[in-house]
């Protein structure tokens, strides 16, 4: 198939040992964000249903169902459609507790969500994933193109997050004063992985990125802002608290991009618009989640 697009034809340098690296960070990251996790969480959401219920909603339904239907009219090249949608798919990124509790939200409502995103996206992330992508057109077409096995991302997925929230869980619960010191240190370091991972990502192919920023920059700030939307609407028709509208908003917007390049890179062989648009997403939801927060910080 001849690219439609210059985007859809481009591959992003990325050797074994990179990955091995970059799935290696995300595995400390997702252990980081376990460590503040306890059954408590957990039993939260059965006390308090309608907020957590919303959430998921938001999350993963009315998240990857605006994601398509925003590709459908804006057509960008299947290959940024596709990491639309496969940011779309993935659960909600760890920065999300600190900024709900910045923007005086529902922090046990945050933790709860993050809680149950993290640990359902080993089954949610393909299934959205590989549903709305074949949903699309363009992006069906793509999919088969490169002959992606669905079965092979559900273990990949089961891995990266399923092991270590498991071992962060299990920190927790037997290791209590271990796990508040060291989440400590994983919160901030987390997001300096994340970073390092996408200059690492895009240090071989600065130019690309460079040349396509223009256009990234437009399609993100759509689907970030599309993403913001979903759950603040979702909050205010559901007749939430305020405190629960912020986190649904913060929940809805912060997605684990991280996930995302890993998938990436290691099932699609780092096509250009999938890594571009996933990466450039990653850094853009810190900047309008932080100035949100900031914003409803000040304003309440």
Same mark, same amino acid.
Request: hydrophobic share 55%; net charge negative.
């Given at each position: 198939m001849t690219p439609a697009n210059p985007l859809d034809a481009i591959r992003l340098n990325f050797s074994p040992n990179d990955l091995l690296l970059l799935n290696l960070a995300l595995a400390l990251i997702m252990y980081g964000v376990a460590l503040d996790l306890r059954w408590a969480d957990f039993r939260y959401l059965a006390r308090n249903p309608k907020g957590f219920i919303l959430g998921v909603f938001s999350q993963f339904l009315l998240l990857p169902f605006l994601t398509w239907a925003l590709v459908s009219v804006i057509d960008p090249p299947p290959s940024v459609a596709l990491g639309m949608i496969l940011v779309a798919a993935c659960p909600g990124g760890n920065v999300s507790n600190f900024l709900t509790n910045l923007t005086k939200g529902n922090t046990a409502l945050s933790v709860s969500l993050t809680a149950f995103s993290s640990v359902s996206a080993i089954v949610l992330t393909p299934l959205n994933f590989s549903l709305w992508a074949g949903l699309y057109a +363009?992006?069906?077409?793509?999919?088969?193109?490169?002959?992606?096995?669905? =079965?092979?991302?559900?273990?990949?997925?089961?891995?990266?997050?399923?092991? +270590?929230?498991?071992?962060?869980?299990?920190?927790?619960?037997?290791?209590? =004063?271990i796990a508040t010191q060291a989440s400590k240190i994983l919160k901030p370091l987390s997001i300096l992985i994340f970073a390092a991972f996408v200059v690492l990502a895009f240090s071989g192919n600065f130019d690309l990125f460079v040349k396509y920023i223009g256009q990234i920059f437009l399609w993100v700030l759509a689907h970030n802002l599309i993403a913001l939307s979903a759950g603040f609407l979702t909050g205010k028709l559901g007749k939430l608290p305020l405190a629960d509208v912020k986190t649904l908003t913060i929940e809805t917007g912060i997605q684990n991009s991280g996930l995302g390049l890993v998938l990436i890179f290691t099932y699609f062989e780092g096509l250009g618009g999938m890594a571009i648009i996933t990466a450039w997403w990653g850094i853009w939801h810190l900047i309008s989640g932080m100035s949100i927060a900031t914003f409803w910080k000040k304003l309440t």
């Open positions: +363009p992006t069906a077409g793509l999919l088969k193109e490169i002959e992606l096995n669905i =079965s092979e991302v559900f273990f990949t997925v089961a891995v990266i997050l399923g092991i +270590p929230l498991i071992l962060g869980i299990l920190t927790r619960q037997f290791f209590d =004063s």
